[in-house]
């Protein structure tokens, strides 16, 4: 079920128009931002609270996403600007590569 939303989020955001292009500066700041953020939670947790990587992990992952949604709804509500399922699959693949690094690090 999962991979069928997050199939619909794609095709839902590349059928909407969008001012912005698909790769510019904007999503390379999503990315990172996305990367960064899930990848410091997610160590901070384990380190924290010695626990294994995967609870930290998943606890990080769902943080960085929820505040890339919160943002989306913000800019929705602010003057020229809107709700970009763009973003959203920038900060899902920032999300990815950030819990990749976790991934690396051995487990305790």
Known sequence: ???FAFLMLLIV???LPAPDS???EDKAKHFLVSACM???LSYALAQNRNLKVAKPLAVGC???IGMGILKEFRDMREKDNHFCF?????D????SAGAFNM???PSR
């Open 13 to 15: 955001g590349w059928a």
């Open 86 to 90: 763009k973003d959203l699959l920038w």
């Open 62 to 64: 769902s943080i960085t």
């Open 1 to 3: 079920m999962k991979p």
């Open 103 to 105: 991934r690396t690090l």
């Open 92 to 95: 899902a693949i920032g999300v």
């Open 22 to 24: 698909f790769f510019g």
């Open 38 to 40: 899930s990848g410091m």
